[in-house]
Nanobody, 122 residues
Framework: QVQLVESGGGLVQAGGSLRLSCAAS????????MGWFRQAPGKEREFVAT????????YYAGSVKGRFTISRDNAKNTVYLQMNSLKPEDTAVYYC???????????????WGQGTQVTVSS
């Protein structure tokens, strides 16, 4: 099993920045892809970004491309999401996920964290 714990969420004004972190523990050697997803109130969970074990492959949702950057530090078993130029529509609970397979821009990830709230005020 792999456990994932997100941190770094909070309240920020539109145009501001936040950096989310997700620390993995347990059978981390089994992980390849790590990703970020989000779910706004009344909406379905959606893909945000994902990254391969080496960091050489990344995918982004069109709505965040150019504003968000995903990265990882395998020595710390941690993945990050740097979010810049935040908009009110980015408000959601952000979830970290991990999977033994390579990165794919879908919800098909085996391990999930509990989520962290990001609220962007206008």
């Amino acid at each position: 099993q792999v456990q994932l714990v997100e941190s770094g969420g909070g309240l920020v004004q539109a145009g501001g920045s936040l950096r989310l972190s997700c620390a993995a523990s347990g059978r981390t050697f089994s992980i390849d892809a790590m990703g970020w997803f989000r779910q706004a109130p009344g909406k379905e969970r959606e893909f945000v970004a994902t990254i391969s074990w080496s960091g050489g492959t990344t995918y982004y949702a069109g709505s965040v491309k150019g504003r968000f950057t995903i990265s990882r530090d395998n020595a710390k078993n941690t993945v990050y999401l740097q979010m810049n130029s935040l908009k009110p529509e980015d408000t959601a609970v952000y979830y970290c996920a991990a999977d033994p397979k390579g990165p794919i821009p879908t919800l098909q990830y085996r391990y999930w964290g509990q989520g962290t709230q990001v609220t962007v005020s206008s």
